[in-house]
């Protein structure tokens, strides 16, 4: 094993840098933000920083970065009060990393990179009709994190739509059967296999599996 | 696909609303918070809520929930300033799974769970030997999400600790060869498997592979 201080860490080349540091938190999900900007243009970008906030009242986070993604989507956000947040399948791994290109402010990612824009009635931005667990959230806060200049945006969530013979008698979504994407650093993708689901931990008693996956 | 809204996910009952609500940021990863008290009590718990906040200044952000998380470990890292992040092999996922049970705060989960203490020189918190990634932070800011009464803890990563031939070229850590776990909702496991390394995305070009994974 190799130590790396604060100042190797500082001198390393700015990409060479962006790449090792996002590594460090591992496996992350990977979501499709949907939004539209009050003209109706409408906007999406996969983000890897969304993060569950609490279940009641239920929230979601995620962080953005105003200087490097995109400004659009937090600027729809900000101007609807709304955005939708989907799971991207493993098979369109490709073409969600695409949104993250700069496209011009008057193309709409969905066109762009093949994603079919689904509108719920009542609701003012757009999901992902590809994706199998999507996810409608109203603005909650946004916080600036003074830090480094990135905001945290937390929504609460008014509205999931997911396949419900997906979900476990205990609530819980099987996230394995949906097969989904999930994403290491910058670009890399993956895919997952559930091995156990275990039972609520108590100090006097070993782990004990729930279920177990794995053949 | 079925729709539930808010007053379908507020009329849950409370556990199945919590595993439900959980499940929905999809993959997570899976790391070790070590933490010491001041008097050298050790502490370590697993958390799912690591989020990459920025590369320049290095900076990782989890969410803590002082409510339902034992609270040592965020008075520990507010006492001492430090703590450590630290991947969850694969294969050492039913023992970080039980350090949520909740101990006495007399007694340590390192012992409790199967984990064994490093300490490294100058560094105020315990790191876990087993882990294959291990991140050494300071303190930086805790910010309280008045939303909920969850806290948002940020850290300046002080030191890495990675086996440097796992680092590709461009700086990114080949996450999927340090056979890390991931979970999903509060309690489901997985291992994963990488499937392709994306171009920095273009506008004008189609997705373009880097490495391909699968065989």
Redesign the interface.
Known sequence: ??????SD??N????????????????????LIGTASAQGQTNLTIV??????????????M?M?PHTVRRDSLENIKATGVYT?N?VP?EL???A????????ES?SEFT?CGFNEYW?AGFAAPFVAQS????GLEL??T?D?T??N?V?V?G?????????TR??Q????D??ALD???I????????????????????D???K??KHYKP
């Open positions: 094993m190799n130590t790396f201080d604060e860490i500082n390393m080349a700015q990409r060479y840098r962006a790449n090792f540091v996002n590594s460090l938190s591992g496996y992350k999900s990977a979501n890897s920083s969304v993060v569950h906030i609490g279940a009641h009242p239920p929230l979601m986070g962080i970065r947040v799971a493993v791994y490709a073409q990393h695409q949104t993250s290109a700069r496209y011009d193309a762009q719920r199998p667990l999507q996810v909650a806060e916080i994190l830090v480094n990135t945290l937390i609460r969530i008014k509205q999931v739509s997911v396949d419900k979900i476990d205990d609530g819980g979504i996230i394995n989904l994407a999930c290491s650093g910058l670009d890399t993708y993956h895919e997952a296999n559930a091995i156990a689901k275990m039972a609520y931990a108590k100090p008693n070993p782990p599996l729930i």
